[in-house]
């Protein structure tokens, strides 16, 4: 700390980066599509039989979002 400024907010720090999950490009087979890996294939499919008029299932609601907003509130 310099000053009491943490080093990274003052550019003394060495910068980093670090990558949690990486693109895998598209690919056509289903266990190998990031929509899949990254979780987003049932939205996905919720979303284009609504806007087709279809009926659908929906697998999370916005209740599902709860805990979420309550750990960034949290972090706050």
């Known amino acids: 700390m310099v ?3 943490p080093l990274e907010k ?3 720090g060495k910068a980093g980066t670090r990558v ?3 693109r ?3 690919t056509p087979v289903l266990k190998e599509n990031p929509v899949h890996t990254q979780g987003f294939l ?3 499919k919720y979303f284009a ?3 087709e008029g279809r009926d659908a299932k929906a697998f999370s609601d916005l209740a599902s979002l709860r805990d979420t907003y ?3 509130d949290s972090l706050r």
Do not use: C, M, T, Y
Request: net charge negative.
């Open 24 to 26: 895998n490009s598209f």
């Open 20 to 22: 949690l999950f990486e």
């Open 70 to 72: 309550a750990l960034i």
């Open 10 to 12: 003052v550019g003394l």
């Open 42 to 44: 049932d939205e996905v």
């Open 3 to 5: 000053a009491g400024i």
């Open 49 to 51: 039989r609504r806007v």
